[in-house]
């Protein structure tokens, strides 16, 4: 009797704290809230020693909160470590259901923390997602095996939690309705119709090209760049009148370069003198040269 009455006993304690868990996911604010709520409150009810949650974002698994845990710390080796493990979990055994394993399971062999973790019985279920993609996914270590019933109780939980995601997801992704805001909408919309009302007279714009009548080209007797027009347009003008100022930086460029071939030729017929001396050669490349 006694045996039999602890029992019920026990299983009464469990089955009320499963009832606080979803009574706190349900008033979670935020995602981290209720993560933390999963992650220390699951601990108690399952008996883990550790527990830890993780976001999936393109098969990669992110450490958003764990037992204990109060600040991660992404540079340690713990949180990569866990990390690794469990973005392997969800490419290789991609559960839909929990999955237990002994470490080092999916965890990486070279990896010293392998070998170290002290809690080497593994239970890992994502979270429920509407579309079966799994956003968010559960791992829970301990020093013992996992039971079928510590099963069925993280599918209930991954379940509850998963629900309590979307909704915390959809409620921060719409804007706030207020009575106030809905004042301002009403007050827009009937700006808007009442600006839709009014006359606008319509124009339209074409393409016009402006072409001279009898007109004359005017040709610049020598190279150079426009530095600045002495007429105003439409200005009437006589035969003399100065119309542009030019820059002669074209001819004095030319001049510059025609200074330095002369000045290569002169080298040139410098050189094949002296190797006329010496080389019939130089006599015919003087000739050239000169």
């Excluded at 699951?42 to 830890?52: D, E, M, S």
């Excluded at 809690?119 to 509407?130: E, G, H, V």
């Excluded at 004095?252 to 190797?275: D, G, P």
Aim: net charge positive; glycine share 6%.
């Amino acid at each position: 009797m006694r045996a039999g009455t602890a029992d019920a006993s026990g299983s009464s304690s469990a089955f009320g704290h499963l009832l606080k868990i979803e009574a706190d996911a349900r008033r979670a604010e935020t995602k981290r809230e209720l993560d933390a709520v999963l992650a220390n409150e699951g601990r108690i009810l399952l008996r883990a020693r550790q527990v830890f949650v993780f976001e999936l974002d393109r098969g990669r698994a992110t450490l958003v909160a764990g037992s204990g845990i109060s600040v991660l710390d992404r540079a340690s080796p713990m949180v990569q470590w866990l990390e690794e493990m469990m973005t392997c979990v969800r490419r290789e055994a991609r559960p839909a259901g929990p999955i237990e394993f002994e470490l080092p399971g999916y965890a990486a062999p070279n990896d010293p923390l392998t070998n170290e973790y002290p809690f080497r019985s593994a239970l890992c279920q994502p979270l429920w997602s509407p579309d079966d993609k799994p956003r968010a996914i559960v791992l829970l270590m301990r020093d013992t095996p996992w039971l079928a019933a510590d099963q069925q109780i993280v599918m209930r939980l991954a379940e509850t939690f998963g629900h309590a995601r979307t909704l915390l997801s959809l409620r921060h992704g719409l804007p706030r309705v207020t009575a106030s805001s809905w004042k301002y909408w009403l007050l827009g919309t009937v700006g808007v119709v009442a600006l839709s009302l009014l006359p606008v007279p319509i124009s339209v714009l074409a393409p016009v090209e402006i072409a001279p009548r009898n007109a004359d080209v005017v040709a610049m007797p020598i190279e150079g760049i426009v530095h600045k027009v002495l007429v105003k347009p439409n200005s009437l003008v006589t035969v003399g009148t100065p119309l542009v100022q030019l820059i002669n930086t074209v001819q004095r460029n030319k001049a510059e370069i025609a200074e330095q071939e002369v000045s290569v030729a002169a080298a040139r017929v410098e050189k094949a003198t002296s190797l006329a001396f010496t080389d019939p050669r130089g006599r015919q490349e003087l000739g050239i040269a000169k």
